[in-house]
């Protein structure tokens, strides 16, 4: 067995720990996005594979028997490549996917397709506009200037696209005192944020139900069908069960 772990999430690193727990023998591949990527306990490649073919050539090249995606619910391109990669590999693949958000008592989410239909879904009035949404999608916004942006950024970015916005730099998990706090000090009017599920970006939502302000919630992206567990543990059980890959070092005797 040797696994390929995409990751990018505090799902992967959790996925990590527990790879290495168990002593199994892992790679942990992250995209390259942020300056100082989160250290993990098992060994790491940075970078693109090259799409679906380079990544398939990735997995024969490296005797990889089974990937787990840990990726984000919005990185859809890794994951629609993994898909691909994988049946051409004949490499088993799951994906550990959170369950998204879903509104409840006291929350007001507008819900939207994509980060286009999110501008689009801002109001015509000047509003303060907490935009929680990363860094690689900003443009979608940068006509929007009767607008003040608060955005929440893992790394300084060397330019903004958007006009008036103001750049607090944090990496997660993040509370609801934090994020009350924030949103009060910088009076926002409305929060803007991707449907990715679990715990550590959530203090928004909540923060923004007590507060009574409105959310444009970005619904998930589409991505071909592939197994999905929720869990570490439903990770692991697969593991387990998952057929040897056709082709690979396991099937060489390695
Ligand atoms: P994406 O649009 O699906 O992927 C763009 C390209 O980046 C892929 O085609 C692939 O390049 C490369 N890539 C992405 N994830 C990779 C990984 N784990 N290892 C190696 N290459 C990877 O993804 P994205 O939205 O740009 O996200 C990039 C990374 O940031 C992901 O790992 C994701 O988990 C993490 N992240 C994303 C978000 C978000 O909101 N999108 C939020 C938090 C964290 P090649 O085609 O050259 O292989």
């Excluded at 040797?2 to 720990?17: F, K, N």
């Amino acid at each position: 067995m040797r696994i390929l772990l995409l990751g990018g999430t505090t799902e992967a690193s959790r996925m990590a720990r527990a790879l290495a727990d168990h002593r199994l023998p892992a790679i942990f591949s992250y995209a390259g996005r942020t300056e100082a990527p989160v250290a993990q306990p098992i060994p790491v490649r940075v970078g693109g594979f090259g799409g679906a073919e380079g990544l398939a050539d990735y997995l024969h090249a490296n005797a990889i028997t089974h990937v787990i995606d840990a990726t984000h619910p919005f990185a859809a391109r890794i994951s629609a490549n993994a898909v691909t990669a994988c049946a051409r590999a004949g490499v088993a693949l799951v994906a550990f996917e959170r369950p998204p958000w879903v509104a409840g008592a006291g929350d007001d989410w507008r819900h939207v397709p994509d980060v286009a239909a999110a501008a689009a879904a801002l109001p015509e009035s000047p509003a303060n506009v907490f935009l929680a949404i990363g860094r690689q999608t900003l443009g979608a916004f940068a006509a929007l200037d009767r607008h003040r942006f608060l955005l929440r950024l893992v790394d300084l970015p060397e330019a903004l696209p958007i006009p008036n916005a103001e750049v607090v730099i944090a990496r997660g998990p993040f509370t609801l005192d934090e994020d009350r706090a924030l949103m009060q000090a910088h009076g926002i009017t409305h929060v803007v944020a991707k449907n990715a599920g679990g715990s550590g970006a959530r203090a928004k939502l909540d923060a923004a139900r007590a507060l009574g302000v409105p959310v444009v919630m970005i619904d998930r992206p589409g991505i071909p069908a592939r197994p999905v567990r929720g869990s570490v543990e439903g990770v692991m059980g697969w593991l387990h069960e998952a057929p040897a890959a056709v082709g690979s070092g396991a099937d060489r005797g390695e």
